[in-house]
């Protein structure tokens, strides 16, 4: 694709990259769940794709880079809005299944690169809008990433990052990532929607809008997505029973047809960069 040429760096080894333990993690859990993950259909829902892109609103001569893009889905979607997407991902096997769709579906203004969210391989603006989906909760240092999706977007652009929020109460919060990292260990930590404001702020960017919304997930379903091993599936289990009885977490687990089922809260946050110049002084 044209319009991205010259934009994708050399990427380092894995053993160079910063966090490079949490990365391999996520590598591995992503290439275990890729085909489960891309299939899933709350993920692949066109009615939650198509809220989130109505959400950032992007226009037609818009190029747009989406973070941790895994399947593609978002990317793809995004071709028909705009002039070129650039979708990039941490881990090769869902970026397989992006560049297989792209080709079936013969897509010409998508590009899918290799790499790693918190050292973004383009230059300053060189995006007018930049998309992250339900991949925050997986970075180790969340505000790195955003930093670097800020730093890529132009000045009048726009960053937009939907991701799975928590409980303001911190042990509401730590109940819910704690089942969430027994599930898949490459989940670090969900944000609670006032610490998610606050990254986009140390970002430099003025939040526009938020939304926010909920997954529905059935346990049994949640645990095989993600192959989780049966003894943390067993501890799993045991958090979410409690969490039915006790009101723990806030995601309000019930049975229904023999299983749980339980609610994720999620929000989409648009924001704009602010008239900084790169060393963080306003211009």
Sequence with gaps: MDETKGWAMS???????????????????FTRQARAYAASPLIADPARIARLLD?????????ALEVATGPGHIALALASRVRAVVGIDLTPAPLAIAEENRRQRAIANVAF??????????????????????????????AAALAEMARVCRRDGRVVIEDVIVSEHPERAAYQNRFENLRDESHTRALPLSALLQLFAGAGLEVEAVQTGTLEQNLDDWLVRAGTPPDRAAQVRALIERDAAEDLSGTRPLRRNGSFVFTQRTAIVVGRPLGMDRSGGIS
């Design 11 to 29: 990427q380092e080894s894995a053993d160079d990259l910063p966090h490079a333990a949490h990365h391999a993690t996520v590598r591995a859990a």
């Design 55 to 63: 959400a950032a609103a992007p226009a037609p001569a818009a190029r």
């Design 113 to 142: 690169l290799e790499g790693d969210a918190s050292r973004l391989p383009f230059p300053n603006g060189a995006f007018d809008l930049v998309l992250c989906r339900l991949a925050f909760h997986h970075f180790i240092d969340p």
